[in-house]
């Protein structure tokens, strides 16, 4: 295998993998270019090992998501609807308890819930819809409300996003997603998000988060405009504000779902573009302990061998969630805890359940 690599032209970054080194972003374009899917997957379950072992986690979890109406309207987005539109829809407080106390008797360890940016859902909604759910489900992990939420939250409560984030977590509040990282850059913003929080803003808002105790994880939304530069730029800001703070979690390379966007002229990422954003994320995010294959965007066949390039878990049971499916995701919305067990073991790898902050709940 390593005169593959050599072949491939990688044997320096063999050499930097193996002796646990930082690769540059000039390494990164190298992986980028190289369309020998073995020798990257090899270089980057090298890493994988490194860090998790033989270890495949997943999670017991449900997705609420509890209003699409928003103000955002990014282009890449199917989800999110002005107000008014007829398939616009907000939860009230009480219909999202009524949601968790519909699964009560499975054995959910998290609760991920994420919507869109509403013009005018008050802020109390928000502490309300927190409550109600650890009412309903107290010892439920809550994960909720990207860092774009948690800035618009803040403008809301006409408070700090230090004060307003020590509110949520009074309120019930465990940790963030990763969401609306999309790509940090300006021009990718300007051009598919223009309404949405900056890329400074939100790692501003992540650190913050960080600062209180609370993780958040992070993601790249791939496969529509931006270049290998900007995909690198991304991931070499990850990576500088996670030496600052430790924070993140888990990294998730989000794939571009076309359907129902203002951007259906392009077409739905290959299993190749998938397989080497998630290695190429494993090798330059050195100080990210996770790199998770949403098998929800990437399917649940691909997601078992990112397992084999990277990837360390395959996020969880999920149920309802619409922000792919609206983009034309075709995947089951929901997996069976044995499915994803039996996916896992089937990889050669030994899964593990774990909670949100990753301490171990069970070994298959
Ligand atoms: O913020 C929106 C992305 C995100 C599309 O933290 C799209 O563990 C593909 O962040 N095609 C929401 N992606 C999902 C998300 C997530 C999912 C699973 C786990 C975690 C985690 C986070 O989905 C949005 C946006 O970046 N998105 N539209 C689309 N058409």
Redesign the pocket.
């Known amino acids: 295998m390593e005169s593959l690599i050599q072949q491939a032209g990688l044997g320096d970054i063999l050499a930097q993998v193996k002796h646990q080194e930082r690769l540059s972003l000039e390494d990164g374009q190298r992986l980028f270019a190289c369309s020998d899917m073995l020798a990257l997957g090899y270089l980057a379950n090298l890493v994988r090992e490194q860090k998790n072992h033989n270890q495949a986690y997943f999670i017991y979890n449900q997705h609420i998501n509890y209003s699409n109406i928003c103000t955002n309207l990014c282009k890449?987005?199917?989800?999110g609807k002005e107000k008014g539109n007829e398939q616009a829809y907000t939860m009230t407080v009480e219909e999202i308890k009524a949601k968790v106390q519909e699964r009560l008797e499975e054995p959910i360890t998290e609760i991920?819930m994420?919507g869109g940016i509403h013009p005018d859902l008050p802020y109390s909604y928000y502490l309300e819809a927190l409550q109600g759910i650890k009412e309903v489900r107290p010892d439920v992990h809550i994960q909720a409300f990207?860092c774009v939420e948690i800035q618009h939250l803040a403008d809301l409560n006409g408070q700090s996003v230090s004060d307003t984030l020590e509110e949520l977590k009074k309120a019930g509040l465990g940790s963030l997603?990763?969401?609306?990282?999309?790509v940090f850059t300006p021009r990718i913003r300007e051009l598919t998000c223009p309404n949405k929080l900056n890329g400074e803003g939100w790692l501003r808002v992540a650190k913050i988060a960080h600062q209180h105790g609370l993780h958040t994880?992070a993601?790249m939304?791939y496969g529509h405009i931006e270049t290998i530069e900007e995909r690198l730029e991304h991931l070499d800001a990850l990576r500088r504000a996670q030496d600052e703070t430790g924070g993140f979690l888990?990294y998730?390379p989000?794939?571009?779902?076309?359907k129902n966007?203002a951007m259906t002229e392009h077409s739905r990422t290959t299993g190749m573009e998938d397989l080497k954003n998630i290695a190429v994320a494993r090798l330059m995010l050195d100080n990210f302990p996770h790199i998770?294959a949403?098998w929800v965007?990437i399917g649940p066949k691909l997601a078992q061998v990112a397992l084999s390039f990277g990837a360390d878990d395959l996020?969880g049971t999920v149920k309802e969630e619409h922000?792919?499916r609206m983009?034309g995701g075709e995947s089951e919305q929901a997996m069976g805890h044995n499915t994803l067990i039996q996916l896992i073991k089937e990889a050669g790898r030994e899964p593990v359940e774990r909670d949100t902050l990753y301490e171990v709940l069970e070994r298959f």
């Open positions: 890449f987005c199917a989800f991920h994420v990207t997603p990763g969401g609306g990282a999309e994880n993601t939304l888990a998730i989000l794939a571009f779902h076309p966007t998770k949403y965007m996020d922000i792919t983009a």
